[in-house]
């Protein structure tokens, strides 16, 4: 159970590891290529788009190859890709690399949850919760890692640091990962379903990205148009739709996926909105914002590695419950900072709380939909609830920026306290939602 979960979460941490680094070198990608910041954007767009377009597969794809051959598969292209990103000669190339990269990481998150919940079964809250530390410092340490790389060597360093992790992990899965058949159902490939659901889940992304202009509603329209299309499809094919809509008619596991899709919305909308607020609201530099948000990676690294036992003493619910209940108090207090003024030892407190709180929601709650669901089913359950966490973070993060902007817009003031005001008062109100929906969950 231990090998196969340190495994899993090692190909997590890669992928998060890479795209933190990539994230904060974009300027000086456009400076090497001679580009505009708004082409070289694609190069962290591209990867998420293609991420998002494989991820319905990952169900039918385990079911016909084994978990094992699919992990291995998708790993070993993820390295080869990252190799051809740090031989790139030209930003159109790299972008093209990294499309490639997102096909085989986007599956990676899902098969890390399903091989842990196939191993680990009711235990997979107190596995998770040790074996994961890394892979929360991953966001700090990316950006440090990067910067040390662009001060003193090439971008292309950047593609390359994470062989020696890529080279244990490969190892360590032909080593440790255990053989598995594909499944006998050998279901054909849903077309039409992938037809409609990819496309559409990519147009959700693109114009949550682009809410300020006119075809940005557009894309989201015609998200709209073939997601719908998708849900009168599938309605009535069961298994043999590309995703298994029957899963979110179970109590438990539907109210899990609502309670993922708004916990990963929150977290990611107040990772967006926080940052804004210290540089553009409040003046702090980036590197003060930086020091500044560490009590949040801290507050979560104390509680991932409890939530193993707390779910096995008081249950699912109450400790979801807990933690929602925690974030909804560290962000009133980011209210309260937005409207009565700065002070740094609020906003400790506040980073703190909401850091113990938001890890203390999503993975109890991902535990409980895991168990919802028989083991044949696991990988329908691992795309599906991969889809509402994938989900969750633009869409909430797109309806705070908005609302901000149209603040600011409305006369926010120069100091933009009281636009602040509004937004995080709008987020409160989003972790509110998730506290109802974390009081749905099972107790056990």
């Known amino acids: 159970m231990w090998k196969v979960a340190f495994v899993a979460i090692l190909g997590t941490l890669l992928a998060q590891l890479d795209a933190t ?38 169900g039918w794809l385990v079911e016909r190859v084994g978990a094992r051959t699919l992990y291995i598969f998708c790993f070993a292209s993820f ?140 894309m989201l329209a015609g998200a709209c148009v073939l997601l ?80 193993g036992r707390s779910v096995g003493r008081w249950g699912v619910r109450a400790v979801s419950t807990a933690g929602a209940l925690l974030a909804f108090g560290g962000t009133l207090l980011l209210l309260h900072l937005a409207v009565h003024g700065f002070e740094p030892s609020v906003l400790v407190l506040a980073l703190f709380i909401r850091g113990m709180g938001q890890s203390a929601v999503g993975l109890p709650a991902m535990s409980a939909a895991y168990s919802a669901v028989a083991r044949d089913e696991l990988p329908m359950a691992s795309t599906s609830i991969n889809i509402a966490q994938r989900l969750g973070g633009p869409t909430l993060t797109a309806i705070c920026i908005v609302f901000l902007d149209w603040r600011i817009g409305a006369g926010g003031g120069a100091d933009g306290f009281g636009a602040y005001g509004w937004a995080f008062l709008l987020l409160s109100a989003m972790t509110a939602l998730t506290v109802v929906a974390a009081l749905r969950l099972p107790r056990r």
């Open 21 to 58: 680094t990539i994230n904060v070198s974009l300027a000086q990608l456009a400076r090497e290529f001679r580009v505009d910041l708004s082409v070289v954007q694609w190069v962290t767009t591209g990867y998420l788009l293609s991420l998002t377009l494989v991820l319905p597969l990952n």
């Open 228 to 307: 719908a299309m998708f849900v009168w499809w599938a309605a009535d094919r069961g298994s043999r739709a590309l995703v298994d809509l029957r899963l979110f008619r179970r109590r438990g596991f539907g109210n899990a996926a609502m309670t993922q899709f708004l916990s990963n919305g929150v977290l990611v909308g107040g990772q967006t909105l926080i940052p804004i607020y210290l540089i553009d609201g409040i003046g702090r530099s980036p590197t003060e914002m930086g020091w500044l948000l560490a009590p949040l990676g801290l507050g979560m690294a104390i509680t991932y590695p409890l939530l």
């Open 79 to 218: 390295v080869a890709a990252s190799a051809l990103c740090a031989v790139a000669w030209s930003a159109p190339s790299l972008i093209a690399f990294r499309l490639l990269q997102g096909m085989s990481g986007g599956l990676l998150a899902p098969m890390a949850q399903m091989m842990i919940a196939r191993a680990a079964g009711d235990q997979m809250t107190r596995v998770v919760g040790i074996v994961a530390l890394p892979v929360i410092f991953a966001p700090v340490l990316g950006p440090v890692i990067a910067g040390f790389i662009l001060q003193h060597g090439s971008w292309r360093l950047l593609f390359l640091v994470n062989l020696p992790v890529a080279a244990l992990a490969f190892a360590l899965a032909l080593i440790w990962l255990p053989e598995d058949e594909p499944s006998e159902r050998r279901r054909p490939l849903d077309w039409i379903g992938l037809a409609l659901l990819s496309p559409g889940l990519v147009l959700v992304l693109i114009g949550l990205g682009d809410l300020g202009r006119t075809a940005g509603w557009a």
